[in-house]
């Protein structure tokens, strides 16, 4: 029985969103999905106006001629594996993402990049300088039919000096409060199904 959604909010922001389904599956013990990380929609900005975003592709080019050492793809794979490791360890009794998952497919899907500025860190002290990232976080069976999605906007990261950096801390916090956010949820719904009763 499908029950209203419950909006449960983490902090004063409302950083998620339930926009579809049940993100609860994602609590079921003894399940595996593929997983993949989508910046295909994603702009990078720098500022609240947007006047200056960029398509994250055309980021990743300017970034790589920019550095001779940067190298996007070893960065993307490092991104993902953190991703991967912080949200098996977040969600230990659920589905856990792997190279061969059986049961679903986790695509997170984002949308917007915002570095933070690393001299703002400097100069007001931690928390000055953080990144933030938005997008989504989508739940598919097997076949690629959409069974949950979950909107997230402006979560905040930790602010590292170096860009990847701030990003692979994005991707830790996120980690841990999507799946804190989830747990709330399914809360929330069991909550709302007794009172119904």
Same mark, same amino acid.
């Given at each position: 029985?499908?029950?209203?959604? %419950?909006?449960?909010?983490?902090?004063?922001?409302?950083?998620?969103?339930?926009?579809?389904?049940?993100?609860?599956?994602?609590?079921?013990?003894?399940?595996?999905?593929?997983?993949?990380?989508?910046?295909?929609? %994603?702009? @990078?900005?720098?500022?609240?106006?947007?006047?200056?975003?960029?398509?994250?592709?055309?980021?990743?080019?300017?970034?790589?001629?920019?550095?001779?050492?940067?190298?996007?793809?070893?960065?993307?794979?490092?991104?993902?594996?953190?991703?991967?490791?912080? !949200?098996?360890? %977040?969600?230990?009794?659920? @589905?856990?993402?792997?190279?061969?998952?059986?049961?679903?497919?986790?695509?997170?899907?984002?949308?917007?990049?915002?570095?933070?500025?690393?001299?703002?860190?400097?100069?007001?002290?931690?928390? /000055?300088?953080?990144?933030?990232?938005?997008?989504?976080?989508?739940?598919?069976?097997?076949?690629?039919?959409?069974?949950?999605?979950?909107? !997230?906007?402006?979560?905040? /990261?930790?602010?590292?000096?170096?860009?990847?950096?701030?990003?692979?801390?994005?991707?830790?916090?996120?980690?841990?409060?999507?799946?804190?956010?989830?747990?709330?949820?399914?809360?929330?719904?069991?909550?709302?199904?007794?009172?119904?009763?």
């Amino acid at each position: 029985m499908l029950l209203t959604l %419950a909006l449960v909010s983490i902090s004063a922001k409302d950083v998620f969103t339930v926009k579809s389904g049940d993100p609860s599956i994602i609590l079921e013990k003894g399940t595996t999905a593929l997983y993949e990380i989508d910046y295909s929609k %994603a702009v @990078v900005t720098n500022s609240k106006d947007h006047e200056d975003d960029v398509p994250f592709n055309d980021w990743v080019v300017s970034y790589e001629e920019d550095d001779e050492d940067a190298k996007w793809k070893k960065d993307e794979n490092e991104l993902k594996k953190t991703f991967r490791e912080k !949200f098996n360890d %977040a969600n230990k009794k659920g @589905v856990q993402l792997t190279k061969t998952g059986k049961n679903y497919k986790i695509i997170l899907r984002l949308t917007m990049v915002d570095w933070g500025a690393a001299v703002k860190m400097r100069l007001t002290g931690l928390g /000055g300088g953080n990144a933030l990232i938005s997008g989504e976080f989508e739940v598919q069976d097997m076949n690629g039919t959409s069974l949950a999605v979950v909107e !997230f906007k402006d979560q905040k /990261g930790g602010s590292s000096f170096k860009r990847i950096g701030r990003l692979k801390e994005a991707f830790e916090w996120l980690s841990n409060d999507i799946v804190d956010y989830i747990k709330d949820y399914q809360k929330a719904q069991k909550k709302a199904a007794k009172k119904k009763k």
